[in-house]
């Protein structure tokens, strides 16, 4: 079993930044897929960002290539989600999760097994 904490989000102007970061319980962390979600208010859950626990490179929904930056720090377990640029669009609770989806699964939600309770970013015009 793992467990995530988000925590970094919070109120920022348009053009601002933030770091995101998910802390995990579990050693083995390192082993799985680390995806960063959000959903609106009144939304459906979406894909901003992955990255493969042999891959560097991370994966990014169009709406967060060239703005956000995923990376993971093995050595503390942690995961992070840098914006950049921040829209009042961007605005969301954010989630971090784990799993193990295959490729062509990775944007998925219900890829991923383990979920943490979420950090909300609001941006303001």
């Known amino acids: 079993q793992v467990q995530l904490v988000e925590s970094g989000g919070g109120l920022v102007q348009a053009g601002g930044s933030l770091r995101l970061s998910c802390a995990a319980s579990?050693?083995?962390?390192?082993?799985?897929?680390v995806a960063w979600f959000r959903q609106a208010p009144g939304g459906e859950r979406e894909f901003v960002a992955a990255l493969r626990p042999t891959n560097s490179n991370g994966l990014y929904a169009d709406s967060a290539k060239g703005r956000f930056t995923i990376s993971r720090d093995r050595a503390k377990s942690t995961l992070y989600l840098q914006m950049n640029t921040l829209k009042p669009e961007d605005t969301a609770l954010y989630y971090c999760?784990?799993?193990?989806?295959?490729?062509?699964?990775?944007?998925?939600?219900?890829?991923?097994?383990?979920w943490g309770q979420g950090t909300q970013v609001t941006v303001s015009s």
């Open positions: 999760a784990a799993g193990r989806p295959i490729t062509s699964t990775l944007h998925q939600g219900r890829s991923y097994y383990y």
């Open positions: 579990a050693g083995t962390f390192s082993d799985y897929t």
